[in-house]
């Protein structure tokens, strides 16, 4: 367990003001954080994130996902509803560098709060801006979260069985992806800052993050009026690939380019498979998917997993297991690159949460603290950064804006 509190990440020296709640914003600022931008996370004053409650279980009332989304951040409130507190948003831009924000678009311009305006404050500002549909468009103005951007995108139509309706991968993978194309944009932009002097708004859509990721979908239909359908842990194809049975459980081995193969079937002792002419190419095993995982899972079924991945390792032939959070905490190659960060929570001790990723080899980023109190950098924030006297402070308190 360490408890480092200086930042070493290549964004050390930036800072952030990260407005609004839940994940698609704030997982952005959590990847700026982690490589050592200064995150002020801002909360309207009793009125704190939803981040702070949601979670399967909440042990002496803590949750466990936002002191992960929201490590290594400073947390100040703030009512932008006020004019007094758009004034001091206002001072907060002119001392940053990036302003981020997932609110629906319009909100900061009916606060007098719009790129147009900030840039008059600091011409260099960054603002990163992640929304459902993004800025433009006749869907912005829309209600949009991640699920309805999963759809859109059309994630979700090819996610589950053939046989199902469609289903959903078991994260909020819409808002993870838009927010970190938008931390891609943040730095693509600081980029040319760095060039120009000019700042520029950074637009992620939920719906585009995800349509991103569809590879070949729209050409596909475009040249062969082809539309992907759901077709359960396979691609159509694409073979050998799949999860298959073992004794004990279940390992995916993946084989479908054509060296690879030829290892696979010598390793199965059916060295002859690979010169059959129903498996010798990827075109022909993706003719024949089906008869061929039967037939590796019939030679699967009869080892455990540790023997199936002794005959792959030693065949050269990719092999895994699935894993949950039992099999991650054990495992060896996650411990040796140290995957799993233990850091002090204030209530619940040790705390054990993914590491910064990826890796830099000069200048890495690192995890420094979990997510802070609401409103506890207020004094830092209001005092030490805008240079706001005590007894200002205290007014902005007693008048409810902090």
Known sequence: MTAETEATGPLKGLRVIELGVLLAGPFCGQLM????AEVIKIEPPGQHDPMRDWGQFKPEGQSLWFPIVARNKKCATLNLRTPEGQQALKDLVAKSDFLLENFRPGTMEKWGLGYDELKKINPGLIMIRVSGYGQTGPYAPKAGYASVGEAMGGLRYVIGEPDRRPSRAGISIGDTL?????????????????????????????????????????????????????????LPKVAPSNIYAASDGSVVIAANQNTVWERLAA????????????YATHTSRGENQTELDD??????????MAELEAICDEFGVPFGRVYRAPEMISD????????????????????????????????????RWTGPKMGEHNDYVFGDVLGYAADRIEGLKAAGVI
């Not at 992620?204 to 842990?233: C, D, H, N, W």
């Not at 002090?344 to 890495?364: C, E, I, R, Y």
Request: contains cysteine; neutral net charge; charged residues 20%.
């Open 33 to 36: 954080g982690d490589f050592g």
């Open 178 to 234: 838009a927010a970190t194309y938008a931390c891609l944009g943040a730095l693509a932009a600081l980029h040319h800052r760095e060039k120009t002097g000019e700042g520029q708004v950074v637009d992620s859509a939920i719906y585009e993050a995800v349509f991103a990721m569809m590879e070949s979908l729209i050409p596909e239909y475009q040249f062969g009026a082809y539309i992907r359908e759901r077709t359960g842990p396979i």
């Open 267 to 278: 390793a199965m002792g059916r060295a002859d498979l690979a010169k059959d002419e129903k």
């Open 332 to 367: 060896p190659h996650f411990a040796a690159r140290e995957a799993i960060k233990t850091i002090k929570h204030p209530v619940l001790g040790d705390f054990m949460m993914q590491n910064v990723f990826p890796k830099l080899s000069a200048t890495p980023g690192n995890v």
């Open 295 to 304: 037939l590796i899972q019939a030679w699967s079924q009869t080892r455990t």
